[in-house]
């Protein structure tokens, strides 16, 4: 838990939240298919007839099966969460990547310094060169 010390409070709050979200979607899914099974058994002793207490066990099987469709979709919207909370939380890498383009950039830039100051050296030495031969002919 070390690393959830070093989160700020809002951070720390929000990956709660999202543990909270998966215990209770996760919990509720568990118990409405453990009731389904239940109810699918058929043993109940109850004064209400067969064929009305087969229509109420169905009923509630539907119900059940609503929950666990519900319960799954909340589960694949946290699952979206979380992606969107790790891109947007991603410094670590973020900055890696930054780092290694400007490292990149810096080189690229030292490439083009060189080649620039290359360059002017080879322009002033031909100047030099023509002003030289400029003063030494006899054409001027």
């Known amino acids: 838990m070390s690393i959830s010390r070093s989160l700020p409070q809002s951070k720390e709050a929000l990956l709660k939240s999202y543990r909270t979200r998966l215990k209770d979607d996760v919990k509720s899914m568990l118990e409405n298919f ?81 080649k620039l100051m290359s360059l002017r050296d080879d322009m002033a030495a031909d100047l030099y060169d023509l002003e030289e031969e400029y003063y030494s002919s006899i054409n001027k």
């Not at 929950?67 to 973020?94: C, H, T, W």
């Open 34 to 114: 453990e009731e389904i099974v239940k109810l699918s058994k058929g043993e109940h002793d109850t004064q209400l007839s067969r064929m009305t207490q087969c229509e109420q066990d169905t009923y509630e099987m539907h119900v059940r099966a609503a929950n666990i469709v519900r319960a799954g979709e909340s589960l694949m919207k946290l699952v979206s969460d979380i992606k969107q909370y790790l891109i947007l939380n991603d410094f670590p890498s973020v900055n890696e990547a930054i780092t290694h383009n400007s490292k990149v950039f810096r080189s690229k830039q030292a490439e083009c310094d060189q």
